[in-house]
């Protein structure tokens, strides 16, 4: 009587050579893993969070994300033109406008005599899922002019009369502010 | 990405469970249909005493959780909701006597001193409940360990609750497996075999560990990358916590994964569901994920040569590339892993599973790839037509770039699978070329994709000719015009031909069929034998088959003595006919009758 195997068909000759592939790609994967674990241990952000002047544009964008990130919406809206806080002044200081927010990591800084673009890139956390929370990174431009001050000399920006600088257009969070000409 | 992968693990979970539900009054849980009379009433009573144990069970299991909350002291809460521990001790108040009651009637059924034990063993209903109970607190569990565990490593709080589901749905786990153990061996189940409880604990814990290794080795990379040439301006969470979530991930995943894949199911044969497991969920979503991986990585290396990227600097543009290649890597270890597990077990015929793996697989590259040609197109008009005015456009440079990433992913994808299938068929015998071209899942691929396109291509057409007729109406029909539908007219371009080809395939396909096509049903066959539902369960597991069982009474039991299983099978493969009806003489040996369709 043939065994019930061999309706299926021929079993292949090499059957100790493939259970070995088969545990060779199970130890790869392991390895892998381990890799992954080694890799975790030694990449801890060893350089922590980064300090500038404090009238610099990566200061300012600093300031604004740790008041968003802490939810201090007026003290947020101080960072912004007068103009932008005056209209997104309401908006930074709601509840629903506080996001939660893991990490935000400056990539680039573009500096002109009277504009700044920083580049931040913001990993987002949202949702409590049952293993932990969802993230995603989104990657914002802060768009910063110099702040004028009548008798202020000129300073480290590099902006002749400016004390330090304001973020000019809406920011992340924000999409639009009300009553902003042109938002 | 996690909480996505559960919702769709919680919807495939119900339709499963429907699916299963649906069946369960007469099935069991190998593809053999009992012949046994079944009392309705008594399968309906046994899903609700069931139903009405799981419910209890949860209750119980979320009363305790509750209960050993409260005695935890929770970080960073100043005070407690009292409606929690009301809702706790009520849960347990009531659940608690109602579940042990429910239990002890279920022990009671399944006492061998019943005269009914045996039938409630092997019912269907019996097989629901326990992968029910199984899969959901397995996944429950995993849930609430990964928070206790991430509490111990990471700088999460403690959640209190966590920590009782944790111990409850662990216990209610522990329960239940020993139950299921023996109502595999009381089916005759052989040890190894890949039950459905054993695949869904499979999947969880590979997914698990997939998504924890990939998470965590990502978030290591992209710590260290930004170490190497970023500022970190806010860190609420640090990268060595956020490392450690995903990293306990993978380690609660990697232990489910060894004790239910490596330990139970890893070694059964090639029967269908073990084949669909690897198939579908190791082969072709570790392919997926790989060919993700690497589409994102050839689009940036792309849009930094040709394109006009958003950063100025190779850093900033290129902070992507850790995370996709970890994904490139984690989906060709998963891909790997499991074409060397189903390398163990070659398979002499082409499944049903292997047809939806290469037709997913087909479809997948083509969408990728036509989605490519759509954006070719519209990039082309807007180069050809596009108005100097227009603002707020991707450069085109860019736009080709993605096209170009697009269609050299999905191309070869499609290429491969797609004409492959068609290479292996035209080269086939003619009852295996007619079982591929009948088969379902090549219908389905092929009416879905042709479905999908020509609807697709409609409604773009409408919205094409909409604008064209506004523009002519209003006379200012001219280039304008054009560049204006240009995305409709690439929707309608590339949907159309997708739609025209699948179209003239399914033709030729029918034409090919013969005119009956008595290949389009599952074969039967019924066995009529001393142990003949042995004997029904051991050809329906390793081939898609109908069988049935009669039990031959009055005569000493001589289980598959003399039965020419192969030559069944070889019955069955070389064409019609479809019915067979297996019959043991009193000699002990066996008539095999082939029935007239």
């Known amino acids: ?183 | 990405m996690i909480s996505a992968f559960l919702n769709f693990a919680l919807l495939a979970a119900i339709v499963f469970g429907i699916a299963k539900a649906i069946g369960a009054l007469r099935r069991t849980d190998t593809g053999f249909e009992p012949d046994e009379p079944t009392d309705v009433r008594e399968a309906v009573a046994r899903l609700f005493r069931l139903g009405l144990l799981a419910a209890t069970l949860v209750l119980t299991a979320e009363g305790i959780a509750g209960l050993v909350g409260e005695a935890i002291p929770r970080s960073g809460t100043l005070s407690r909701d009292p409606a929690e521990l009301a809702r706790a001790l009520a849960f347990t108040v009531v659940g608690v006597p109602a579940a042990l009651g429910l239990a002890a009637w279920t022990r009671r059924k399944l006492a061998p001193a019943d005269a009914d034990a045996d039938a409630e063993l092997r019912s269907g209903g019996w097989g629901l409940y326990l992968f029910a109970t199984l899969t959901v607190s397995l996944l429950v569990a995993l849930a609430a360990w990964h928070s206790v565990a991430a509490w111990a490593v990471a700088a999460d709080d403690l959640d209190g609750d966590a920590v009782g589901r944790a111990l409850s749905w662990t216990a209610l786990w522990a329960l239940h497996w020993p139950l299921a153990r023996r109502r595999s061996a009381a089916l005759g189940v052989p040890a190894g075999r890949a039950e459905p409880y054993l695949l869904a604990g499979s999947a969880i814990g590979l997914v698990s560990l997939a998504l924890g290794t990939g998470l965590a080795a990502a978030r290591a990379l992209d710590g260290v990358y930004e170490d190497r040439y970023f500022d970190v301006l806010v860190s609420g969470t640090g990268v060595r916590d956020r490392v450690a979530e995903q990293a306990v991930l993978a380690a609660l995943g990697g232990a489910t994964w060894v004790w239910y894949w490596v330990r139970h199911a890893r070694n059964d044969g090639p029967n269908p569901r073990w084949h669909a497991y690897v198939l579908l969920l190791g082969v072709l979503g570790g392919l997926a994920t790989a060919v993700v991986g690497g589409a994102r990585l050839a689009h940036a290396v792309g849009l930094w040569i040709f394109g006009r990227p958003d950063a100025s600097t190779a850093a900033a543009h290129f902070s992507s590339v850790p995370g996709a290649a970890v994904t490139l890597v984690v989906g060709a270890a998963l891909w790997w892993y499991h074409r060397s597990v189903l390398d163990l077990h070659p398979a002499s015929e082409r499944t049903e599973a292997d047809r939806i793996y290469d037709y997913l697989a087909a479809a997948v590259g083509l969408v990728t790839a036509t989605v490519g040609v759509i954006v070719a197109f519209v990039a082309l008009i807007e180069a050809l037509a596009g108005p100097e005015s227009a603002v707020d456009r991707s450069p085109l440079a860019n736009t080709v770039v993605l096209a170009a990433t697009l269609v050299l992913v999905g191309a070869p994808v499609w290429t491969v699978f797609w004409f492959g299938v068609q290479r292996r068929t035209a080269r086939a015998s003619e009852a295996a070329r007619v079982a591929e071209l009948g088969s379902i899942s090549r219908r389905v691929h092929l009416l879905a994709l042709f479905g999908v396109a020509a609807v697709a291509a409609l409604v773009a057409l409408v919205v094409l000719l909409i604008g064209v007729f506004e523009d002519i109406a209003e006379g200012r029909a001219g280039t304008e015009t054009v560049f204006r539908v240009r995305v409709a007219a690439g929707i309608v371009a590339g949907t159309g031909v997708v739609a025209a080809y699948h179209a003239v395939v399914f033709r030729e396909d029918r034409a090919a069929l013969p005119a009956a096509r008595p290949a389009l049903a599952r074969p039967e066959v019924l066995v009529i034998a001393t142990g003949a539902p042995a004997l029904a369960r051991e050809l329906a597991s390793n081939n898609d088959l109908r069988v049935r069982a009669w039990e031959v009474a009055d005569r000493a039991p001589a289980v598959g003595a003399g039965l020419d299983l192969d030559g069944v099978a070889v019955a069955l493969r070389d064409g019609p006919p479809l019915r067979l009806v297996v019959v043991e003489r009193a000699d002990g040996s066996y008539d095999v009758i082939a029935i007239r369709s």
């Open chain 1, 1 to 183: 009587m043939a065994p019930a195997r061999a309706i299926i068909g021929p079993v292949s000759g090499s059957r100790r050579s493939q259970r070995r592939n088969s545990r060779v790609a199970l130890a790869a994967i392991a390895g892998l893993a381990l890799v992954a674990l080694a890799l975790a241990a030694i990449a801890t952000g060893r350089r922590g969070v980064a300090s500038y002047p404090a009238d610099s544009p990566e200061a300012t964008v600093q300031r604004y994300l740790d008041a968003v990130s802490d939810g201090r919406g007026a003290d947020a809206a101080a960072e912004l033109t007068d103009e932008l806080a005056d209209a997104c002044r309401s908006r930074l200081t709601t509840y629903y406008f506080q996001p939660e927010f893991t990490r935000a990591v400056l990539t680039e800084v573009e500096r002109r005599d009277d504009q700044a673009v920083v580049r931040v890139d913001i990993t987002e956390s949202y949702g409590g899922g049952p293993f932990g929370p969802d993230e995603n990174t989104v990657r914002t431009t802060f768009v910063l002019t110099p702040r004028r001050a009548p008798t202020a000399p000129t300073n480290s920006s590099g902006a002749d009369g400016a004390a330090g600088w304001a973020i000019s257009e809406v920011p992340w969070p924000l999409y639009d502010c009300p009553g902003l000409v042109g938002a």
